[in-house]
């Protein structure tokens, strides 16, 4: 699975929002839960990432968002990402499971 955003080189608006797969409505999965947004670019999955920063917890029912910062799309290309969550009791999952964002 993949999802697709395009936002032009230099913007940094809008965010992305993201709503999580298999997040059910009044679940509250993400009540309490950290995330954070990794970008890396998507030729190279080997390269560093060029982003990994918090994001937000827009909706504990499983919508996250990033606010783009100065610099974050200076650079015009393809980019794979994905958002690692941190629950309220400790565990780590990395979202998309498969694919990329």
Excluded: C, N
Aim: no cysteine; hydrophobic share 45%.
């Amino acid at each position: 699975m993949s999802t697709t955003f395009t936002i032009k080189r230099g913007d940094t608006s809008p965010g992305l929002e993201y709503q999580l797969p298999g997040y059910a409505a009044g679940s509250g999965l993400l009540t309490g839960a950290s995330v954070r947004f990794l970008m890396r670019p998507w030729w190279d999955a080997s390269a560093p990432l060029v982003i990994d920063a918090a994001a937000t917890v827009q909706d504990p029912d499983g919508i996250v968002r990033y606010a783009w910062a100065e610099g974050d799309t200076d650079t015009a290309g393809t980019y794979a990402a994905e958002v690692e969550i941190t629950y309220a009791d400790g565990a780590v999952e990395t979202v998309p499971a498969a694919g990329w964002l």
